[in-house]
């Protein structure tokens, strides 16, 4: 049976695993640097700006099992003059893969932003993740195409701050 809960404080290995587990799928586990505590601090903080749900997955007579999670935060559209959600990382655990968690944890975000008047759910998926983009695609998602992710990060970023301006 599924139920999908906000994560809690003694939450954060699991959530911590979870986000390991989806950086080696999508072969970037060199990139994790965050750890336990770096998880903690942020989605407990006193005013957190990140939120993550967890799917718990329970067989008759057995505990509860973390099968995936949702981690997200609010963005602003200055076009629709209204925050959004940004859904940063979706995951389920390969062992729990098919039994429509992915999907419950799409319907749970999409059920928050239509109760808080938020207009959009979005988010982004790697260009090879043939299974993930057409899960979306059958959830009625639509790629955009006009638009390219950018970042700037590491050296580049400390280079753009000492930059002036």
Same mark, same amino acid.
């Given at each position: #049976? $599924?139920?999908?809960?906000?994560?809690?404080?003694?939450?954060?290995? $699991?959530? #911590?695993?979870?986000?390991? /587990?989806?950086?080696?799928?999508?072969?970037?586990? /060199?990139?994790? /640097?965050?750890?336990? +505590? #770096?998880?903690?601090?942020?989605? =407990?903080?006193?005013?957190?700006?990140?939120?993550?749900?967890?799917?718990?997955?329970?067989?008759?007579?057995?505990?509860?099992?973390?099968?995936? =999670?949702?981690?997200?935060?609010? +963005?602003?559209?200055?076009?629709? %003059?209204?925050?959004?959600?940004?859904?940063?990382?979706?995951?389920?655990?390969?062992?729990?893969? &098919? !039994? &429509?968690?992915?999907?419950?944890?799409?319907? !749970?975000?999409? *059920?928050?932003?239509?109760?808080? %008047?938020?207009?959009?759910?979005?988010?982004?998926?790697? !260009?090879? +993740?043939?299974?993930?983009?057409?899960?979306? *695609?059958?959830?009625?998602?639509?790629?955009?195409?006009?638009?390219? %992710?950018?970042?700037?990060?590491? /050296?580049?970023?400390?280079?753009?701050?000492?930059?002036? &301006?």
């Amino acid at each position: #049976m $599924l139920s999908i809960r906000p994560a809690r404080p003694d939450d954060a290995a $699991l959530v #911590m695993e979870l986000i390991r /587990d989806l950086a080696r799928y999508e072969k970037l586990l /060199d990139d994790v /640097d965050a750890d336990e +505590n #770096m998880i903690a601090d942020a989605l =407990f903080a006193p005013q957190p700006r990140v939120f993550c749900d967890i799917a718990e997955w329970t067989d008759p007579g057995a505990p509860a099992v973390g099968a995936g =999670f949702a981690l997200w935060f609010y +963005n602003f559209s200055t076009f629709r %003059g209204r925050h959004g959600i940004y859904l940063e990382d979706l995951y389920v655990e390969p062992a729990f893969r &098919g !039994h &429509g968690i992915g999907k419950a944890l799409l319907v !749970h975000l999409a *059920k928050r932003c239509v109760a808080e %008047g938020l207009p959009r759910l979005q988010w982004s998926v790697l !260009h090879w +993740n043939t299974p993930s983009i057409e899960f979306y *695609k059958s959830q009625g998602a639509v790629e955009l195409a006009d638009w390219r %992710g950018y970042r700037v990060s590491e /050296d580049a970023l400390k280079r753009l701050a000492d930059s002036g &301006g």
